[in-house]
């Protein structure tokens, strides 16, 4: 969390994720997977830099900063007083939650200034905690959609803009799914999200290959 401003934007905001930013965020959070086990939920959170057009918010790239969760006197506050008694005693485990260094969001905010862009949100990961923590997957699943935790965090933090990447492990690949949330603030003490449409831009080598080469199925008999 430890973010700030209220959400002025409208729902019909339509999210372009460009593949770079969805690149680093995924490489990050892969890494950040294979060491999650049993009792470490470790967390992989990133800030979204980029511009918004009329109702068009493009991500250009996502900067990432320290985690302070377990140290920084106003996290441990907010966790004890007011998480851990509306969420539950699981968030009691420092590994569990994320809160983003203050000097650091400073960092990122004045470096995308300078480049004449914003922070629009944030991204973090959802693993399959159900199938990694209870065998089987007896636990409660997560997925690309906001848990309880997740809603509060975005309306506490007022941005307009909250990617949720998803990865399960399955067939000894590990798959991902976005989804793109807005907090409605019209309620605070209830807070709920409306999704987003995001899409995700081609990388490049793709975007090459597609101008290069005709496919069979569209050449002439």
Same mark, same amino acid.
């Given at each position: 969390?430890?973010?700030?401003?209220?959400?002025?934007?409208?729902?019909?905001?339509?999210?372009?994720l460009e593949s770079a930013p969805c690149s680093t965020f995924l490489d990050a959070a892969v890494r950040?997977?294979? &060491?999650? $086990?049993?009792?470490?939920?470790?967390?992989?959170?990133?800030? !979204?830099?980029?511009?918004? $057009?009329?109702?068009?918010? $493009?991500?250009?790239?996502?900067?990432?900063g320290r985690n302070v969760r377990a140290t920084d006197s106003a996290a441990l506050g907010e966790f004890s007083e007011s998480i851990v008694p509306c969420f539950g005693t699981a968030y009691k485990n420092p590994h569990r939650g994320y809160w983003c260094d203050s000097t650091d969001l400073l960092r990122i905010m004045r470096d995308a200034e300078v480049d004449e862009l914003d922070i629009l949100?944030?991204?973090? !990961?959802?693993?399959?905690?159900?199938?990694?923590d209870s065998p089987g997957?007896?636990?409660?699943?997560?997925?690309?959609?906001?848990?309880?935790?997740d809603k509060y965090a975005f309306a506490n933090t007022g941005w307009p803009v909250n990617l949720i990447c998803y990865l399960e492990r399955r067939n000894?690949?590990?798959?991902?799914?976005w989804g793109?949330?807005?907090?409605?603030?019209?309620?605070?003490?209830?807070?709920?999200?409306? &999704?987003l449409p995001v899409r995700?831009?081609?990388?490049?080598?793709?975007r090459v290959? $597609?101008?290069? &080469?005709?496919?069979?199925?569209m050449e002439d008999s």
């Open positions: 969390m430890n973010g700030s401003g209220p959400n002025e934007h409208a729902d019909s905001v339509h999210v372009f950040v997977y294979e &060491a999650i $086990r049993p009792g470490f939920p470790y967390s992989c959170f990133g800030v !979204l830099v980029g511009s918004m $057009r009329g109702e068009s918010a $493009r991500i250009e790239r996502v900067e990432f949100g944030s991204i973090h !990961l959802h693993p399959d905690w159900h199938n990694i997957g007896k636990g409660p699943p997560l997925s690309e959609h906001p848990t309880r935790m000894r690949s590990i798959y991902h799914s793109a949330w807005t907090p409605r603030i019209s309620d605070p003490s209830n807070p709920h999200c409306d &999704a995700l831009a081609l990388p490049a080598p793709a290959h $597609r101008t290069q &080469a005709t496919p069979r199925y």
